[in-house]
Each structure stands twice: as structure tokens, then as C-alpha cells.
């Protein structure tokens, strides 16, 4: 097992691709506590789920918007499992629309969660990482980040600026054993993708090379790989997972 004995923590890990990586991190042996802002019958059935595979699990219902309950929640993991080895910063939202009908709120609300969200997760975390001089970070960012997109102005300044946030960070810790990178899905086929019109999502998929969506287990398997011995020569970068739409 990839991870056996190591700790990690994934935020907004009870859906979609935060679930994928979740799920794929017991498998391979870690210990996992996830983060969530409503559901608690989806948190309670997800750490069964890490249990039925023999790990550990913690579930906390926390708003990443939050620096204390953040610095609170590795403080706990820390507590509970007694180490932290990984954090995958996923917790993400979207407020879509034309920047001419976007309120203050709309804004606001994206990139304190998406980018401040991760600054409150990784400067509680980091710490720990570099006083024991190792720890692995993932950022999950978005296609929407680099090429942009239409009616997303908040989300792809976010993303993009979890992007800027993962080059500089990486530069920063590299001497102290820290590696940063980041994974850039492009649709993949989640509650978000799934709400979209039928004729836009073929659309969609006519542009695609791969001519098709992604799966969550096509982002979560780069993830594994960024995790792992295999990628200790890599930080520092932003992995592309969007069968091919914005090759450059």
C-alpha cells in the first residue's frame, strides 16, 4: 500500500472527486479525515466506508472559510491519529455568471472559499510539515485557472490564483522536504457536470479529444501519483486532467 501509516487530510471529501481521493487514500493505506459543510448522512456513510477498508477516519463538518475551526481541525487530526503526512486541499464552490450580473457576493464568496479556503488549510498544515521536514500538498485547481472561461470570472481567478499559490509555495518548502503541486480537472462527471443541459454537455463533448468526460477516478489516480515515491522528483506543478480539451 502506497500510503500505509500516514495521515492525510481532504477537504470537501463526501462527493464527487473529494470522495474519489478519499476513498483512494484508505485503500492505499492512509488514515483520513475529510472535511464537509452539509450532509452529515453522506459523512457518516463515507466514514464507513474508510472503516469497512480497515482505516481510520475523522468526518468535520467545517466551513474551510474559517481559519480557526481550520487550525483547530489539523490540531485534531494531529490529536487523533497522531501524525499528518498529507493534505489535498479540494473544497471548492461556483457562483456562475456574466461578470455584469455578478453580485459583490457571488465574488466573495467563491474566492473566500476556493483560495482563501486553501491558504486557512495549508498555512495550519504547514507548519507541522516542516518542523518534521516532510508532508505532501495537493491543490485541486481547474482548466477554467488556465485557459478561463466564459461566466466564470470568480471561479478561474481562484483557481488560477490556487495555481500562482502552488508554484510559490513549492519554491518556499522544497529545501525542508515539502513537495506542492496541484491537478487541474477538466469536465468531469460530477453532481456539477451532470446539472448541465443535455445539448450543451454533447456539445461539450464533441470538443474533447478523448471524446468523453472525465471519471473522478481519472483525477484521483493523478492525485495517488503525485502523492507517491513515484512523483518525488515533481513539485511545483499543475497536472492536466481534461482529455486533451485545452492542449497547449
Known sequence: MLFEGQAAIVTGGTRGIGKAITLMLAGEGADVAFTYLRSVKEADELVKEIEGLGRKALALQIDVRDFQKSKELV???KLTFGRLDILVNNAGVTKDKALMLMAKEDWQEVIDTNLSGTFNMTRNAIVTFLKQKKGNIVNITSVSGIAGMSRQVNYAASKAGIIGFTKSLAKEVAGLGVRVNAVAPGF?????????????????????PLARFGKVSDVS????????????????????????????
Do not use: P
Not at 222 to 248: P, W
Open 75 to 77: 490540531e485534531k487530526v
Open 188 to 208: 468531469v462527471d460530477t453532481d456539477m457536470v451532470s446539472g448541465l443541459k443535455e445539448e450543451y454537455k454533447n456539445q461539450l463533448t464533441a470538443m474533447i
Open 221 to 248: 489516480g493523478v492525485v495517488k501519483f503525485l502523492l507517491s515515491d513515484a512523483a518525488s522528483y515533481i513539485t511545483g506543478q499543475t497536472i492536466v486532467v481534461d482529455g486533451g480539451l485545452f492542449i497547449q
